[in-house]
């Protein structure tokens, strides 16, 4: 009897610890929504309330009518969507590579790509603006593509050769001896069972490409090219800080990364809790 109590407490404990840590974890994001529809008016004179006592969506009306927010979110889904794929499809043949065959230099080039993870990123900024700059790839979607896309193949390479390692070589072997090619055993074995891998490698690039912030500010100095992190600096001014549309627009920005993530959150958990334990 004492046992199942204790067994009992220990669950309450363990659930109940798990919902305040969701709480926290979710507080913001309640927040950046309870700041969006809350009239200018109300933001300061009601002070600090869990919602507020009147609701308006003008700030969204804003964000999309009169400023160029539109035009950053589409710039955002282009370079993160581009990023993401080509990362991955680079990534995927690199992590396969290293994880299945033995070559002079690869130990060279594995310590060349955790090299380049070892250097903060504002180190780099001007080389690579010099580097682009003579070849017309700054203040461009193109550029920002290739820098997010160096500087997240190599991550995702260990990534996906950890789920590659994974896989037993016995099965591609056994479908090569059948007649398959080492590229269709590749597409028709590995890829299927690396499924959860090259979903979590995905949902990494993608989030670390429409998040960031230093290159896109530093290598495009037209709104043309700009995304949305760099849009979001345009709600700060001198005196002041429109935080009603900076929250909306920012409500907005997480609209198509929730999309995202609902498409691959049946591979994603597996995906993330396979590749923890192995590499």
């Known amino acids: 009897m004492k046992h199942c109590l204790k067994v009992?407490?220990?669950?309450?404990?363990?659930?109940?610890?798990l919902a305040l840590?969701?709480?926290?974890?979710?507080?913001?994001?309640?927040?950046l929504v309870k700041v969006s529809i809350t009239p200018n008016d109300l933001l300061y004179s009601e002070g600090v309330r869990l919602w507020p006592s009147h609701t308006t969506f003008a700030h969204y009306v804003s964000v999309l009518r009169h400023t160029a927010f539109p035009l950053f979110f589409r710039n955002s889904v282009i370079v993160a969507g581009a990023t993401s794929v080509t990362s991955t499809l680079i990534a995927t043949a690199a992590g396969y590579c290293f994880s299945r065959f033995s070559f002079t230099g690869?130990?060279?080039?594995?310590?060349?790509?955790?090299?380049?993870q070892m250097f903060p990123l504002v180190m780099i900024v001007a080389p690579i603006f010099r580097l682009l700059s003579p070849l017309g790839l700054t203040n461009?979607?193109?550029?920002?593509?290739?820098?997010?896309?160096?500087?997240n193949v190599p991550f995702a390479t260990f990534l996906m050769q950890s789920f590659f390692d994974a896989v037993p070589r016995d099965l591609e072997e056994a479908a090569m001896i059948d007649g398959a090619s080492r590229f269709r055993a590749f597409r028709s074995i590995i890829v299927p069972l690396t499924l959860p891998g090259l979903?979590?490698?995905?949902?990494?690039v993608f989030t670390a490409a429409w998040s960031e912030?230093?290159?896109a500010l530093m290598l495009n100095s037209s709104s043309d090219a700009s995304t949305f992190p760099v849009g979001l600096l345009a709600f700060v001014s001198k005196f002041s800080v429109d935080f009603g549309q900076m929250m909306a627009a920012g409500v907005l920005?997480?609209?198509?990364?929730?999309?995202f993530f609902l498409l691959i959150q049946r591979h994603l958990v597996q995906g993330l809790t396979a590749g923890a334990v192995k590499g």
Do not use: D, E, N
């Not at 690869?106 to 380049?116: D, E, S």
């Not at 979903?199 to 990494?204: D, Q, S, Y």
């Not at 920005?253 to 999309?259: F, G, I, K, N, R």
């Open 8 to 17: 009992r407490l220990y669950w309450i404990l363990h659930y109940a610890l």
């Open 21 to 31: 840590f969701v709480v926290f974890a979710l507080f913001p994001l309640y927040w």
């Open 106 to 116: 690869k130990f060279l080039i594995v310590g060349v790509l955790m090299v380049t």
């Open 140 to 151: 461009s979607l193109t550029g920002l593509v290739i820098v997010y896309t160096a500087f």
């Open 199 to 204: 979903a979590a490698t995905l949902g990494f």
């Open 213 to 215: 912030l230093l290159f």
């Open 253 to 259: 920005a997480l609209l198509p990364v929730c999309a």
